[in-house]
């Protein structure tokens, strides 16, 4: 049964409960961190990037999921789809209602899709979330650079979290599953981030591409990812 007044089954894929560490999770380097709100059940095991924005607002130096250089991504909750096509010298996007609590005003706003080069729009100035009911508007100070992102094309804006690999860099592992909320009542979640001296199951990891892997001096062993 689900939620709802009319009987029903609600049927689903089973959730399996393995285990994220093969060594010594006490062994492991670990730091207690603050997951930006806004991006949802976040998984045990997932890649996790920081915050950079230049800017002393925002969510600067809180955490948010790595976003994989790859399209698609396994999973993608750091991202923010467009819903709308972008015009080629807008300094604005439009995403869903809930996607624009994933950021706060004076966080640098990075824009992406399959085919056009990531692009800074600098700081968030606004976000719009009255003018209209079905989508949030958010403003930043840089124009896009001549070319149109588009929904086609998987366009996507994001916070910026790395200075390269699509600015998005990962710093981390998150070592439990946290709840950090969804839309305007999400509050951002407490949690632990694995840094190193840690044997971790490949399998149990979400959006550890090789690029973050690379980042991290993370190395697979079969089905095992050491990160020193």
């Not at 994220?20 to 949802?40: K, N, T, W």
């Not at 955490?63 to 807008?90: C, E, H, K, Q, W």
């Not at 080069?117 to 100035?125: D, Q, R, S, Y």
Request: charged residues 20%; glycine residues 12%.
């Amino acid at each position: 049964m689900g939620e709802g007044d009319t009987p029903y089954v609600k049927r689903g894929t089973q959730k399996d409960y393995k285990r994220l560490y093969y060594s010594d999770h006490m062994a492991a380097r670990r730091v207690p961190v603050q997951i930006q709100s806004g991006y949802g059940w976040i998984e045990m095991g997932s890649a996790m990037a920081k915050n950079i924005s230049a800017g002393p607002n925002g969510g600067k130096n809180q955490l948010l999921p790595y976003n994989p250089t790859t399209f698609p991504a396994d999973i993608d909750p750091g991202r923010a789809y467009l819903v709308t096509n972008t015009g080629s010298a807008d300094n604005f996007v439009y995403v869903t209602m809930d996607d624009s609590y994933k950021f706060k005003v004076g966080d640098d706003l990075i824009i992406n899709d399959n085919t056009t080069a990531a692009e800074n729009l600098g700081v968030i100035t606004a976000i719009d979330r009255t003018t209209e009911r079905q989508r949030a508007k958010i403003t930043a100070t840089t124009n896009i650079g001549g070319t149109a992102f588009t929904t086609a094309r998987r366009g996507h804006v994001l916070v910026e979290a790395g200075a390269a690999n699509n600015f998005s860099d990962c710093v981390g592992i998150l070592e439990k599953s946290v709840q950090t909320g969804v839309g305007e009542h999400a509050q951002g979640a407490g949690a632990t981030l694995i840094l190193g001296n840690a044997i971790l199951y490949d399998g149990m990891l979400t959006n550890l591409d090789s690029t973050a892997k690379t980042k991290i001096g993370a190395t697979t062993w079969g089905q095992f990812v050491n990160i020193p």
